[in-house]
């Protein structure tokens, strides 16, 4: 079983970038495909990018493709975001999740969560 703990997270003026990561321990982490999940209030958690456990594959929404990239340093443990031209929309709670699953760009199948880490983009 892997435990995951997000940072990076803060308060960023609109345009900004900001770097998230999340680091993993007591598991396999070179076995987990991993995926990063932001959830804003009142709404559903969404999939905002995901990463195959090699690094070859990744996926991202549509709604952040060409700002955000996400990568992996399996020898460190950790998962990263990348986000650029931050948006006030970005504003949420940011989580990093890992997945045995095949089916890694579906949340439902992510078994392991962070606490998250807020984001906060000031307009």
């Known amino acids: 079983q892997v435990q995951l703990v997000e940072s990076g997270g803060g308060l960023v003026q609109t345009g900004g970038p900001l770097r998230l990561s999340c680091a993993a321990s007591?598991?396999?982490?070179?076995?987990?495909?991993m995926g990063w999940f932001r959830q804003a209030p009142g709404k559903e958690r969404d999939l905002v990018a995901a990463?195959?456990?090699?690094?070859?594959?990744?996926y991202y929404a549509d709604s952040v493709k060409g700002r955000f990239t996400i990568s992996r340093d399996n020898p460190k443990n950790t998962v990263y975001l990348q986000m650029n031209s931050l948006k006030p929309e970005d504003t949420a709670v940011y989580y990093c999740?890992?997945?045995?699953?095949?089916?890694?760009?579906?949340?439902?199948?992510?078994?392991?969560w962070g606490p998250g880490t807020q984001v906060t983009v000031s307009s």
């Open positions: 990463i195959t456990w090699s690094g070859a594959m990744t």
């Open positions: 999740a890992a997945t045995n699953s095949l089916n890694w760009r579906m949340s439902i199948n992510y078994d392991y």
């Open positions: 007591g598991g396999a982490f070179r076995s987990y495909n």
